[in-house]
């Protein structure tokens, strides 16, 4: 071999050395899925309680209403009540932790069958989880989906360690993963990237200004004055035997008695209505 196909070997492969570093050292700080799963977290309650109760002093006071340790129920109820947003949820997450880990070095990479058990335990326990849980919420349809689209996207992280888009270079020099290997390792990574970016943030946004509520929507006895009518309450809490709710006939926080569900979390129309 030449001096010069030599030195452009050589730079090639500290060219992808350090492409490999640096998705380490992205993956190791949770990557830009962890990101996005905070983001979203912080914006989705603010736009879905804004959008479905109205702006300004409206939202200001459910929130007051709810008080701080009450606000992720918000996001909770959005989850729990369409299952494509928590199924997604649930896979993007599941991934981004093991990526996480897998980065931080937590999941053996020898080749005895021990490692090699230990590995597909890691990979498999999470999504098993998290296909129970949709299982228990969404049915069991939705649930063998979610844990085996999760599962297979965590074999795709381990996939693209295997063919060095991830960690270090494999030891042996002349090892050279196959065509399809590779083709699998970049095929997840652009399904893993679709559902991260594209997918996610939209069906979010989309269950965000469905103009439904993120919690029971109740009928209940409210006291104005000496005067008690039924009127409709998003809970917000309960105190006692009774609930504290946005009141949406009043627009205002009120204290209920006597309450029964409506059966329906319709408040008002979706922004694409």
């Known amino acids: 071999m030449s001096e010069q196909s030599q030195e452009q070997e050589q730079h090639e492969d500290q060219h992808e050395d350090r492409q490999i570093a640096r998705a380490r050292a992205v993956d190791s700080k949770g990557g830009p899925g962890h990101t996005l799963l905070l983001a979203l977290a912080l914006a989705l ?6 959008y479905t109760v109205g702006g300004g002093a409206n939202a200001r006071g459910v929130f007051v209403g709810m008080e701080p340790a ?3 129920d918000v996001v909770l109820g959005m989850l729990l009540t369409e299952p494509a947003l928590g199924a997604v949820f649930g896979i993007v997450a599941s991934r981004v932790v093991f990526a996480l880990f897998a980065a931080r070095g937590a999941v053996p990479k020898g080749q005895s069958w021990a490692d090699t ?3 597909i335990a ?3 326990v999470n999504p098993f989880a998290v296909g129970l849980i949709a299982a228990c919420f969404y049915g069991p349809w939705w649930g063998l989906a ?7 996207l965590r074999e795709g992280v381990v996939v693209e360690y295997r063919t060095g888009r991830r960690g270090k270079r494999h030891h042996d020099s002349s090892y050279r993963p196959g065509g399809w290997l590779r083709g699998v390792a970049g095929t997840e990574q652009w399904i893993a990237a679709a559902l991260t970016v594209v997918v996610l943030p939209l069906l979010a946004f989309n269950v965000a200004l469905d103009g ?3 919690t029971s929507v109740l009928e209940c006895q409210v006291q104005n004055g000496t005067e008690t009518s039924t009127q409709r309450l998003i809970e917000l809490g309960r105190k006692g035997n009774g609930v504290v709710g946005w009141n949406l006939d009043t627009e205002e926080v009120s204290n209920g008695a006597g309450c029964e569900d409506t059966e329906s979390l319709r408040v008002r129309e979706a922004w694409w209505e």
């Open 212 to 214: 439904k509520a993120w």
């Open 122 to 124: 890691l990979t498999v």
């Open 146 to 152: 979610t844990g085996l689209i999760a599962f297979a």
């Open 117 to 119: 058990a230990r590995r």
């Open 45 to 50: 309650p603010c736009v879905k309680v804004t």
């Open 70 to 72: 009450n606000w992720p």
